[in-house]
């Protein structure tokens, strides 16, 4: 458990590796640190609610807390159990045992009668282990939720989120506009492609300030029909093309940037020190997040 980063929180300048990690792989950490300061607020107050004798200290229930989070599974459960969607997790005994692969090996399903894991392949031998996919999760879900990346170029879900540059580029009047039509913000790319999302706010850069008609007092606005068609799914958005990809590779170019210096400066940091195992595996996992961005943006 000790690779989540979450853990980091908890040991002595743990929260200064966190901060070294990707923004975005930060944030998600520092949510979970939340909620489980959160929960274990809440157990604390239950406890002394009913005067028991039971003690839990925050790294007793740190362990107990990510055994389980670390072991659930998300599955849609079936509706003769009356559950809401929120309550779509399942921990069954010997199915955390199974690890992740990209393609699944093992199908998980449950009825009246059972939790059942099934596989197409016949036999298996002696300490073979049984794989499936936990989900089209990218490096920093697996890390931040399981404590674990796969190895360096295999993930095809790793993505990186660029919105906090696209956002910066954004005249008010633009933004407004990707708010009413439900794309500001969660611009994302992968090594091959850009998000849908990500096209659209680049095509509204490129469009002049008067093209944008604001719909009498309201903070709505009439957007060139070009715009319109792209969005409503009318247009492959060719005419937007060339000017986006001038965009992207600007926003690479700063990106890939910034963490090659992030990367040299990790690597130092680990040159420096010879014996601390904890703080080499957490520079380790650092490196390997900035090397995923980097083949992201090659």
């Known amino acids: ?177 990707l708010q009413n039509e439900n794309y500001y913000g969660d611009y994302t790319i992968t090594k091959d492609s850009l998000s849908f999302r990500t096209e659209i706010a680049l095509a509204t850069l490129q469009e002049k300030d008067n093209t944008f008609i604001q719909l009498g007092l309201s903070k709505q606005f009439k957007c060139p029909e070009r715009l319109r068609k792209l969005i409503d799914g009318y247009s492959d958005g060719n005419y937007y093309k060339n000017r986006s990809e001038q965009l992207m590779e600007k926003i690479r170019r700063k990106i890939k940037d910034y963490y090659q210096k992030q990367l040299m400066v990790a690597k130092q940091m680990d040159s420096s020190i010879t014996t601390d195992k904890v703080i080499k595996s957490r520079l380790n996992t650092i490196k390997a997040c900035y090397l995923n961005i980097l083949l992201i943006l090659s």
């Open 1 to 177: 458990m000790k690779t989540v980063p979450l853990t980091w929180m908890f040991s002595d300048h743990g929260s200064r590796f966190v901060e070294m990690l990707p923004s975005t792989t930060a944030k998600y950490v520092k949510s979970q640190h939340r909620q489980f300061l959160c929960d274990y607020s809440k157990v604390v107050e239950f406890i002394h609610l009913y005067k028991t004798k039971l003690k839990i200290t925050r790294s007793e229930f740190l362990w107990a807390w990510l055994a389980c989070n670390t072991r659930c599974l998300y599955m849609e459960l079936p509706n003769f159990l009356h559950c809401n969607v929120k309550e779509n997790f399942t921990l069954v005994p010997y199915v955390d045992f199974l690890n992740h692969t990209l393609e699944d090996h093992c199908t998980i399903s449950i009825n009246s009668q059972c939790f059942s894991v099934t596989t197409a392949k016949s036999h298996y031998g002696k300490s073979e282990q049984l794989f499936f996919s936990y989900g089209a999760h990218s490096d920093k879900i697996l890390l931040c939720d399981y404590g674990f990346m796969l190895p360096y170029g295999q993930n095809r879900w790793n993505d990186l989120d660029i919105s906090s540059i696209i956002l910066k580029l954004l005249k008010p009047h633009q933004k407004l506009f």
